[in-house]
C-alpha cells in the first residue's frame, strides 16, 4: 500500500530496538528502511531510537539501509529429506555453530526469526559439501524487508 509515495512498512515485523529515521531532508530518504520504518511508526509509536539529524552534516548517512524486499526462509525439514542418516548429526551441528547454538537454531527452524539470503547460501553450502545438491530448499520463504543490521 502506498503513502505518499512511500510503503507503508507492517510494524509486527520490524523489531523493537531497529533504529528508525524521520530526517526528510535527506537526498535519500525515500529509499531508506530506516525512514521508511520512521513513517510507518507515526500511527502508532511513542518511542523509539533515531538517527539524528546530524547526520545529515555528512556526504553519506552511516545509518542508511537500503529498502530493497529480499527473500528471506525458515524451516530445515525439507534440506534433511534426502539425507542420509550418517550426515544429520554432523550438518545439524553445523547449522547450529552457524546460527549460534541450539535457541537460534530452534527459532530458525520454527520461522520465529527468518534467514537472510547470505545464511541461505552458507547453510546450502554445508549440504553441498557433503555431496548433496539436489533438492535443496528450505521448508518456507517470504519476501520481505531484511531488518537485520
Known amino acids: 500500500m502506498e503513502t505518499n509515495n512511500t510503503t507503508k512498512i507492517d510494524m509486527r515485523n520490524v523489531p523493537a530496538s531497529y533504529v528508525s529515521c524521520f530526517n526528510d531532508q535527506c537526498p535519500r530518504c525515500h529509499q531508506c528502511l530506516r525512514w521508511m520504518v520512521g513513517q510507518s511508526n507515526q500511527a502508532n509509536g511513542t518511542i523509539s531510537t533515531v538517527v539524528l539529524p546530524t547526520v545529515l552534516k555528512l556526504k553519506q548517512c552511516p545509518e542508511y539501509r537500503s529498502a530493497e524486499q529480499v ?9 534433511f529429506d534426502d539425507v542420509k542418516s550418517k550426515h544429520e548429526t554432523p550438518l545439524r551441528d553445523a547449522m547450529k555453530r552457524y546460527l549460534g547454538g541450539n535457541g537460534t537454531y530452534s527459532r530458525y527452524k ?15 553450502g554445508l549440504f553441498r559439501a557433503k555431496g548433496y545438491t539436489e533438492g535443496l530448499q528450505f521448508d518456507h520463504y517470504v519476501t520481505t524487508y531484511n531488518f537485520d543490521d
Do not use: D, N
Not at 527473500?71 to 534440506?79: D, I, Q, V
Not at 520454527?110 to 546450502?124: F, K, N, Y
Open 71 to 79: 527473500t528471506m526462509a525458515w524451516g530445515f525439514s525439507k534440506l
Open 110 to 124: 520454527l520461522g520465529r526469526r527468518l534467514l537472510t539470503p547470505e545464511q541461505q547460501a552458507h547453510i546450502i
